[in-house]
């Protein structure tokens, strides 16, 4: 049995998750296909590539990810498979596996051409159906890597925003994802954060908060920042939305500044 996790933009409206997963099944029917996540904003390729990599470690090994946030669907942009030494994936060459590949290490990339795995005809607007999870489902089944097509030494990389530490322990960063309850998700890791020290957020020279150890050690309405599940310090308030309630977007710059 082969799990295989799927993360699109396609949302759970139309057809198009279930469409992927019939596809799926009909190759291997002992396959377990589970949801990452659909709600990926529409062709957010950064938003996609933050989602796998803060989730796919949480998989057992052997697992195989496939992402789907393509704009560049029925362009000339490759399609790849991947495996590395703890899991696969498959995806367009666009950056979208690019973060959960950071710090893998990784066996082969190959590109997906041999038309003899995909449906047919391939449409120019669902590879996720036609190209993606037909390679995936041939993949459970063990088929090997190198059978999709001619290796590749590299793929598209996406460049991950560094935090920087500043004069005084100031950390500078930025917002990198919002979640559905708009707590806003910055580049500064948890590990950079001195368990002694007191710190307060600010956007430019507006204070936006304390950084706190949960979400209710303020009172409801206010702010706070907190060391979050993913790794990183995220912004939030308690009982509502930071990124409405705080005006933060995606690429907003922060500062975590000791007291």
Same mark, same amino acid.
């Given at each position: 049995?082969?799990?295989?996790?799927?993360?699109?933009?396609?949302?759970?409206?139309?057809?198009?998750?279930?469409?992927?997963?019939?596809?799926?099944?009909?190759?291997?029917?002992?396959?377990?296909?589970?949801?990452?996540?659909?709600?990926?904003?529409?062709?957010?390729?950064?938003?996609?590539?933050?989602?796998?990599?803060?989730?796919?470690?949480?998989?057992?090994?052997?697992?195989?990810?496939?992402?789907?946030?393509?704009?560049?669907?029925?362009?000339?942009?490759?399609?790849?498979?991947?495996?590395?030494?703890?899991?696969?994936?498959?995806?367009?060459?666009?950056?979208?596996?690019?973060?959960?590949?950071?710090?893998?290490?990784?066996?082969?990339?190959?590109?997906?051409?041999?038309?003899?795995?995909?449906?047919?005809?391939?449409?120019?607007?669902?590879?996720?159906?036609?190209?993606?999870?037909?390679?995936?489902?041939?993949?459970?089944?063990?088929?090997?890597?190198?059978?999709?097509?001619?290796?590749?030494? /590299?793929?598209?990389?996406?460049?991950?925003?560094?935090?920087?530490?500043?004069?005084?322990?100031?950390?500078?960063? /930025?917002?990198?994802?919002?979640?559905?309850?708009?707590?806003?998700?910055?580049?500064? /890791?948890?590990?950079?954060?001195?368990?002694?020290?007191?710190? /307060?957020?600010?956007?430019?020279?507006?204070?936006?908060?304390?950084?706190?150890?949960?979400?209710?050690?303020?009172?409801?309405?206010?702010?706070?920042?907190?060391?979050?599940?993913?790794?990183?310090?995220?912004?939030?308030?308690?009982?509502?939305?930071?990124?409405?309630?705080?005006?933060?977007?995606?690429?907003?710059?922060?500062?975590?500044?000791?007291?």
């Amino acid at each position: 049995m082969q799990i295989i996790t799927l993360t699109t933009d396609f949302g759970a409206r139309d057809w198009f998750v279930g469409v992927m997963k019939g596809v799926i099944l009909g190759i291997n029917p002992r396959a377990e296909v589970l949801d990452l996540t659909h709600e990926i904003a529409p062709g957010d390729i950064r938003g996609g590539a933050f989602a796998l990599s803060v989730a796919c470690r949480f998989f057992p090994k052997g697992t195989l990810h496939v992402a789907v946030v393509d704009p560049g669907v029925g362009s000339d942009r490759p399609a790849l498979a991947v495996r590395t030494a703890d899991y696969g994936f498959v995806g367009p060459d666009n950056g979208v596996l690019s973060f959960a590949l950071q710090g893998q290490k990784i066996r082969a990339i190959h590109r997906l051409e041999n038309t003899q795995f995909f449906l047919k005809p391939v449409s120019r607007t669902f590879h996720g159906r036609d190209i993606f999870a037909p390679v995936a489902g041939h993949l459970s089944r063990g088929v090997p890597i190198h059978r999709f097509g001619p290796r590749q030494k /590299e793929l598209i990389r996406l460049k991950w925003p560094q935090s920087r530490t500043a004069s005084g322990g100031r950390i500078e960063g /930025e917002v990198v994802y919002l979640d559905r309850f708009g707590n806003a998700i910055t580049n500064v /890791e948890n590990a950079s954060l001195k368990p002694t020290v007191l710190y /307060e957020v600010f956007a430019g020279r507006r204070r936006l908060c304390p950084v706190g150890a949960f979400y209710g050690s303020v009172r409801r309405g206010a702010a706070v920042a907190v060391p979050g599940s993913t790794g990183f310090l995220e912004i939030a308030v308690n009982g509502s939305s930071a990124a409405c309630e705080l005006g933060l977007a995606v690429g907003s710059k922060v500062s975590v500044t000791p007291v």
